[in-house]
């Protein structure tokens, strides 16, 4: 099938690069030129682990191209994607349509003969209609069905989430556009991926419901680790003990920090919002929001406690780890961002190392960016985990000790044993034990 994504960003060009390699022809249009010029050259504009390989592959083989030329990768397609930004609108905190409606008028202006337009970013419930009211008020004469098919990738595993998903959500109930459906993810069929076919404005609430579930399921053991610590019991045991009955679950139920992201903060908020906005709230989620939101500020209290209970004035506080998770470039609405401001305005001096959080430099003012976690632990007060880079679980500790002023360690994400760390001499801290 021939398919058009439009927006070439973590789920465009993941999505469009897996598309092409089940056999599609694809074309990833992105209206920012200096994105496609780069994708031309073979460089991938963000870090996802495999992806880089993949586009080299089917770009090789000619089923992947690129162009910020809407038109003509519209034109001859069956199947046209919108894969664009949806960020909380400043504000308010609704789902910014403004990129998908542009997008559907640029799609209706290029369409030609049937075409079935798919909305993959995340939407609030009825974008489909107005996406179909503006494609007709456009193009009164064309042939078009347009589909909800919300993405469910997670950054870091997103060519394994998007190939091996643990079900596909087809919102539409005419029978044509889901046959296109079906073929576009015929190998997913074939691996007995389940297809749930819904009404559009199911799917569209299907992605908002799983997102806040996650984010609620983050909040409740956060919130239980900080009774863990009031009590003297142990988060990582008490998720292991729920986790294991099948009811709950053991996935995200690792204590931490609090979610940050591209997708749960903006997401909840927006569910949020429409659900006020239709007279149905949901408090448990308004509730996740602020629970969250006041975890990630306490953040830099639990440091400064472990520092010396005071302030940091004139402590140099070592950070490792500024992109919301690992194995992802990604530092939208990261916890560090909470974190380190909140720490500098308390008196301390930042040096922080990322592998992959580039960005951070713009984003992070007046912190000494290092070159590895060695030198970002030389001479500091104490040392923070905010993500848990593989490379951050091998430290060589004595090395570590020796290098820092005081050999106070805040582990955010429970990375390393409380007695191992105690036996060599730190004064360790992480998320609900002891
Ligand atoms: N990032 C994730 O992990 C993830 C997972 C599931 C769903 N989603 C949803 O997918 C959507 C996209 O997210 P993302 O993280 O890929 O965003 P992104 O910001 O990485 O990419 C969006 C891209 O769209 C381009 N764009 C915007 N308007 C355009 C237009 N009119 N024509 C062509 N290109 C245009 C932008 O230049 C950008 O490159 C969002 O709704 C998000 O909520 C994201």
Redesign the pocket.
């Known amino acids: 099938m021939r398919v058009a994504m439009?927006?070439?960003?973590?789920?465009?060009l993941v999505s469009g690069a897996c598309f092409a390699d089940f056999g599609h022809d694809v074309c990833c249009?992105?209206?920012?030129p200096a994105?496609i010029e780069a994708l031309d050259r073979g460089e991938i504009p963000?870090f996802e682990p495999g992806l880089s390989e993949l586009v080299a592959k089917n770009t090789r083989e000619g089923r992947l191209t690129f162009t910020i030329d809407?038109q003509q990768a519209v034109g001859n397609a069956e199947a046209v994607f919108i894969?664009?930004?949806?960020p909380s609108r400043r504000g308010d905190g609704h789902a910014d349509l403004s990129?998908v409606y542009?997008?559907a008028r640029?799609i209706a202006a290029a369409m030609d003969g049937y075409t079935v337009v798919v909305t993959?970013?995340?939407?609030p419930v009825g974008t489909g209609d107005e996406v179909e009211r503006i494609i007709r008020e456009v193009r009164p004469d064309a042939d078009f069905c347009v589909v909800s098919n919300?993405?469910?990738?997670?950054?870091g595993a997103?060519i394994n989430d998007f190939k091996r998903p643990d079900r596909v959500v087809v919102g539409t109930e005419d029978e044509r556009a889901r046959d296109v459906m079906r073929s576009l993810y015929r190998p997913l069929f074939i691996n007995e991926t389940p297809i749930v076919f819904t009404a559009r404005r199911t799917s569209e609430l299907i992605k908002y419901a799983a997102n806040a579930f996650l984010a609620m399921k983050i909040t409740f053991i956060n919130e239980v680790a900080d009774l863990c610590e009031a009590v003297g019991a142990d988060v990582q045991q008490v998720a292991r003990g729920i986790g294991l009955d099948k009811r709950i679950g053991g996935k995200f139920l690792n204590a931490g920090p609090g979610y940050g992201g591209?997708?749960f903060p903006?997401?909840t908020l927006a569910l949020v919002k429409t659900a006020r906005d239709y007279g149905s709230p949901i408090k448990l989620i308004e509730t996740t929001v602020e629970v969250n939101d006041a975890r990630k500020k306490a953040m830099s209290q639990k440091i400064t406690r472990a520092v010396d209970g005071q302030d940091l004035a004139g402590k140099t506080v070592g950070v490792l780890g500024l992109t919301f998770k690992p194995n992802t470039d990604?530092m939208r609405d990261a916890p560090s961002l909470d974190i380190v401001p909140a720490l500098q305005a308390a008196g301390a001096k930042i040096q922080a190392f990322d592998p992959e959080g580039h960005e951070a430099r713009q984003m992070l003012p007046d912190v000494a960016f290092k070159e590895n976690p060695y030198d970002v632990a030389a001479d500091a007060d104490a040392l923070v985990i905010i993500t848990e880079w593989d490379q951050f679980r091998a430290l060589d500790l004595d090395r570590v000790k020796l290098l820092m002023r005081q050999p106070v360690m805040v582990d955010l994400r429970n990375i390393y044993k409380p007695e191992d760390l105690r036996a060599r001499g730190f004064v360790y801290s992480s998320v609900g034990r002891e």
């Open positions: 439009i927006g070439a960003g973590y789920v465009g249009v992105d209206k920012d994105k963000i809407l894969a664009v930004g949806t990129y542009q997008a640029d993959k970013s995340t939407v919300p993405e469910f990738l997670r950054e997103a591209s997708c903006k997401d990604d």
